[in-house]
């Protein structure tokens, strides 16, 4: 590879004008969540609830072991659904009828998909688009464990930052570094 040749954003994400009522996005990225994962939400957000942290505890409870935090599992699928439908967002305006229709687990793969559910011009804004979806996680086994709908403002084409007009200096060292011996 040339140092030179990467020119393009391979993919840009979508902005207002790209969105369109019934399309179905599948998320490219699944992620196992793991026990630390699990145990550093809890600390991390003070949640004080030992499904959570402890498996003593857990394997008391009508699960047997450790519940992931539902927090997570909203933030995972939130953070899996950026590159389909928030790459351009100027605000989240909220998340609504979220509902957790099953457990996750710690050694669950979660994997999502978003359904465009409405796409509306902003009455306040001309540089974005009201854009509301329905996001879906599941797990390995095609379960779903969470379901809502979130609505965001979106940028119009050519109005949001643009990180694309970064461009890497190629000094001496970076261009040693990419020599191939």
């Given at each position: 590879?040339?140092?030179?040749?990467?020119?393009e954003?391979?993919?840009?994400?979508?902005?207002f004008?790209?969105?369109?009522?019934?399309?179905v996005?599948?998320?490219?990225?699944?992620?196992?969540?793991?026990?630390?994962?699990?145990?550093?939400?809890?600390?991390?957000?003070q949640?004080?609830?030992?499904?959570h942290?402890?498996?003593?505890?857990?394997?008391?409870?009508?699960?047997?072991?450790?519940?992931?935090?539902?927090?997570?599992t909203?933030?995972?699928?939130?953070?899996?659904?950026?590159?389909?439908v928030?790459?351009?967002?100027?605000?989240?305006?909220?998340?609504?009828?979220?509902?957790?229709?099953?457990?996750?687990?710690?050694?669950?793969?979660?994997?999502?998909?978003?359904?465009v559910?409405?796409?509306?011009?902003?009455?306040?804004?001309?540089n974005?688009?009201?854009?509301?979806?329905?996001?879906?996680?599941?797990?390995?086994?095609?379960?779903?464990?969470?379901?809502?709908?979130?609505?965001?403002?979106?940028y119009?084409?050519?109005h949001?930052?643009?990180?694309?007009?970064?461009?890497?200096?190629?000094?001496?060292?970076?261009?040693?570094?990419?020599?191939?011996p």
């Open positions: 590879m040339r140092a030179e040749s990467a020119q954003v391979s993919w840009p994400g979508r902005y004008e790209d969105f369109s009522v019934g399309e996005y599948r998320h490219p990225l699944g992620r196992t969540v793991t026990a630390t994962d699990n145990v550093w939400q809890a600390l991390l957000t949640n004080t609830m030992p499904v942290f402890d498996a003593h505890y857990a394997a008391q409870t009508a699960f047997g072991r450790r519940l992931v935090d539902s927090t997570f909203l933030a995972l699928v939130t953070g899996q659904s950026v590159t389909d928030s790459q351009h967002v100027m605000a989240n305006l909220g998340w609504d009828r979220v509902r957790l229709p099953n457990p996750v687990f710690e050694g669950d793969t979660i994997y999502s998909q978003s359904e559910l409405s796409v509306r011009e902003s009455r306040s804004r001309p974005v688009g009201i854009v509301t979806v329905r996001t879906v996680g599941f797990n390995q086994n095609g379960e779903v464990v969470i379901v809502f709908e979130r609505t965001m403002m979106i119009r084409r050519g949001g930052p643009d990180v694309t007009a970064v461009r890497p200096v190629w000094d001496e060292r970076a261009r040693r570094a990419v020599q191939e």
